[in-house]
């Protein structure tokens, strides 16, 4: 587990500068730089987390396993105490594999508004962990632009409406599982680096954008901000979690692993958005169940996803 104390935020690190050279958006993302120093909450960031309803946070179990989960709850559960310092209402769910993670370790925490395509990124150590919520003392906050969010209205569940099904742990894929991903637009990852601590990013496109083969899975990396620090992680620690919801069950799948990053030729098959880039995951750990108390009805693609360039069920699993 990395030591909160050897946080280090100022400038990019070497695998997201290793990554940038090699995609050869070096220049472009100097310009970026600022947005991983050291940072505050302004009142804008403390507005947007007071009305959001979902985020995910992260951070290692008991045994030192990361993992990526749903943090839940009313607008107002996110709540800005300082602007370096954010207490979140509520913490995992019973059942959930980071339900009562420990404090004193590095977080990365995404709050996501998906019906108006926005998300902010918070990044920091988890100071507190209880009952009554999760407290991070805040080195990095930034927002990323809405690029492949599908829009949904997220709404809360009635107690009495949800069932109490039971979660199954595993170390491999069972059928349901692959069939959430297929289904899925939508994804959280979570990775992590030995100096930098935690980061929990959005990943979304056209259903079938994630591909499973071989017992594992795979997903081109699409065009953004050129920071690359979801892709620069792995490159320097291979360790990642991934986060699938299914929002209209509410069923989850929560995945531990590894990623690694493979370079191919622009535009081969299933590069849809032709950057040579995919990310493959091997799980290692799995964890699924009906942990999401929110639910939406619809879903408005977003205007921007690549069209998929190939068939995401050709191998079989």
């Known amino acids: 587990m990395t030591d909160p104390a050897r946080v280090d935020t100022a400038g990019f690190h070497a695998g997201e500068l290793a990554v940038q050279r090699r995609a050869g958006v070096s220049r ?8 991983v120093a050291p940072a505050r909450l302004g009142a804008g960031a403390a507005r947007f987390l007071a009305e959001r309803t979902f985020a995910a946070i992260t951070a290692r179990d008991t045994d ?29 769910a019973e059942g959930d594999p980071l339900h009562d993670l420990p404090a004193d370790q590095p977080v990365g925490l995404i709050a996501v508004e998906f019906a108006l395509r926005r998300r902010l990124r918070v990044n920091g150590t988890l100071a507190d962990s209880g009952d009554d919520g999760l407290r991070v003392d805040v080195h990095q906050a ?48 979570g990775t992590t680096h030995p100096t930098r601590g935690n980061d929990a990013s959005h990943r979304g496109g056209a259903p079938g954008f994630v591909r499973v083969e071989g017992g594992g899975l795979w997903w081109p990396d699409y065009s953004g901000n050129n920071m690359f620090t979801t892709l620069g992680n ?69 205007p921007d996803n690549p069209r998929l360039t190939a068939p995401p069920q050709a191998t079989a699993p």
């Open 64 to 92: 030192g396993t990361l993992w990526l989960s749903p943090l839940t709850g009313p607008p107002g559960f996110l709540h800005v105490d300082s602007p370096a310092s954010l207490t979140a209402r509520t913490s995992p």
């Open 28 to 35: 472009d993302a100097a310009r970026l730089s600022a947005m």
């Open 234 to 302: 792995i490159h320097a620690d291979p360790d990642a979690a991934l986060l699938f919801c299914d929002f209209t069950t509410g069923h989850t799948l929560h995945l531990s692993g590894r990623a690694e990053v493979e370079w191919t030729r622009p535009g081969a098959p299933g590069d849809d958005d032709h950057t040579g880039r995919r990310v493959h995951f091997t799980p290692r750990h799995v964890v699924a169940g009906r942990l999401l108390p929110l639910r939406a009805d619809s879903v408005v693609p977003a």
């Open 142 to 189: 930034f927002g990323n632009c809405p690029q492949y969010i599908q829009a949904r209205r997220l709404r809360g569940t009635p107690a009495a409406l949800r069932s109490a099904a039971p979660v199954r742990r595993g170390t491999s894929l069972a059928p349901d599982d692959v069939d959430l991903i297929r289904r899925s637009d939508t994804f959280l990852v």
